[in-house]
């Protein structure tokens, strides 16, 4: 288990964690949500030993994970990180920098491993290529393969598929986070992306103010938003002053009801259309089937 206690730390005298409390069992996945600044990637440079800590401590089962006033090296043997920005060795492959820090005493198991790491993260054809001559997005997958490969009892990833494209983030995402389960990893994910956290964490973490302001599963949070930065975070909303905080897929056009409004402008959405619409003054965003006309009168009901 993990256990955040108590921890404060600031940037020459500018606060940004306060009071952090929390704990992850092991083999769980926890999300940690939060605006820009929040402190997000610090929250998780501090979990590594990077910085040490104004007060607090963090413990992964019965050690304390200390600073760099305690540590020659930063970052424990059991736990590996992977940086927002990720520093690879660019002169050599994919396939060497994956095995960097595998031993060389087995050489075909070492070739197995290697083999094994090039499909989790989809690079078996660049394993021979350098990886200087490699895209932002298959560097941060050449940085997950290594901070897998010698199976780290605890992982951290600071927004793990930011420079991923769309066509791979997918299904990269589930063997990655697949993989991690099977083996039992812990994970803890920095992210703004709640298709990091709604199918893969047991845990969401939300940071806001220098503080956590929830931590709870995602189904919970996306279900009972407790405010609307936590809305926000899930997708497109209302906060009406007769139902709360409503998501857009909760508003369903209906024959006649208390809320009338009048459609402005409607996006088209794929599978559906959003839809803006002005109800005495306040913008209302609602999904339906088909684009509805401008101007046309509507009535609103929460499904
Ligand atoms: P997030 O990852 O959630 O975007 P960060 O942890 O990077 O947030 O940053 C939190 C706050 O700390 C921000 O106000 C940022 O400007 C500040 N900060 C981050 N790194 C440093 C640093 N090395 N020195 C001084 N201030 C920093
Ligand atoms: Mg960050």
């Not at 006033?69 to 002169?91: C, R, S, T, W």
């Not at 083999?115 to 989790?120: F, G, Y």
């Not at 956590?212 to 909303?237: D, H, M, R, V």
């Amino acid at each position: 288990m993990l256990e955040v206690k108590n921890i404060y730390f600031n940037y020459n005298k500018t606060v940004v964690l306060k009071d952090i409390n929390f704990t992850v069992k092991t083999g769980d996945h926890v999300s940690i949500i939060g605006e820009s600044g929040s402190g997000k990637s610090t929250l998780l440079k501090l979990l590594y030993g990077t910085y040490d800590l104004d007060q607090g401590h963090i413990f992964w089962k019965d050690s304390e994970i200390l600073g760099p006033k305690h540590n020659l090296i930063i970052g424990p043997e059991f736990m590996k990180y992977v940086a927002q920005e990720f520093d690879l060795m660019p002169f050599i492959t994919v396939a060497e920098n994956i095995g960097a820090f595998l031993s060389n005493f087995y050489p075909e198991e070492k070739q197995e491993r290697i083999n094994e790491l090039l499909d989790v993260v989809e690079l078996k054809p660049f394993a021979k290529t350098k990886v200087k001559e490699l895209s932002g997005g298959q560097k941060q997958r050449v940085a997950l393969a290594r901070a897998i490969a010698k199976q780290p009892e605890i992982i951290l990833l600071d927004e793990p598929f930011s420079h991923i494209d769309n066509f791979k983030k997918q299904s990269l995402r589930r063997n990655l986070f697949k993989y991690l389960k099977e083996k039992n990893i812990t994970c803890i994910v920095a992210t703004h992306d709640k298709d990091d956290v709604l199918s893969y964490s047991d845990n969401m973490i939300v940071l806001h103010d220098t503080k956590i302001i929830a931590n709870n599963t995602p189904q919970q949070l996306y279900e009972n938003p407790e405010n609307k930065l936590i809305a926000s975070f899930f997708g497109e909303f209302n906060e009406l002053k007769s139902n709360g905080i409503v998501y857009a897929h909760q508003l369903k056009v209906v024959d006649t009801s208390d809320l009338k409004a009048i459609v402005k402008q409607s996006y088209y959405k794929g599978n559906y259309y959003l839809i803006e619409a002005d109800s005495n003054g306040e913008t209302v965003f609602f999904e339906h089937d088909i684009a509805l006309q401008k101007g046309k009168a509507i009535f609103l009901n929460r499904v």
